[in-house]
Each structure stands twice: as structure tokens, then as C-alpha cells.
């Protein structure tokens, strides 16, 4: 299955999506396994690597992007 997610750096706790993933998908990447969209995340959005807390910084690139403004779950 080609990569459908962009992942930079091994510091970020969100990748990109290349593409519309559909609620359900698989979202991979290399050194990704196991992660599922859980809503549709447009093209070139968002998503979760690992539980994010609210105030934690997402990280992006290997820098802080933005701070979480609340509790964003990944999913299994």
C-alpha cells in the first residue's frame, strides 16, 4: 500500500495527509503502522501520530507548529 501520509521528522506527532483519507482508513507512512483516520481529514490536513493533550505543542517538521487547543486522540 503506498504511503498516504507524510511524515518529515521522527520528533512530529502529526503527519499529512497526501490525500482525502476516509473515516476508517488506514493512514501509513513509513515507520507508520497500525493508524486509522477516525473522521475524513482533507488533503494536506492533520493527523494524529500519538495522543495530543490539550496545550501540548504540535510538532510538524520536527518544530512546534501550533499548541493543541484541546484533547485530540489517535486511533489503533
Do not use: F, W
Amino acid at each position: 500500500m503506498p504511503d498516504n501520509i507524510l511524515v518529515i521528522h521522527p520528533r512530529d506527532n502529526v503527519g499529512a495527509a497526501l490525500k482525502i483519507l476516509a473515516a476508517g482508513e488506514k493512514a501509513t507512512a513509513k515507520g507508520i503502522e497500525g493508524l486509522t483516520a477516525l473522521q475524513e481529514i482533507p488533503a494536506s490536513h492533520k493527523i494524529a501520530l500519538r495522543d495530543i493533550s490539550a496545550g501540548d505543542e504540535i510538532i510538524k517538521y520536527g518544530e512546534a507548529v501550533a499548541i493543541c487547543t484541546r484533547d485530540i486522540k489517535k486511533r489503533e
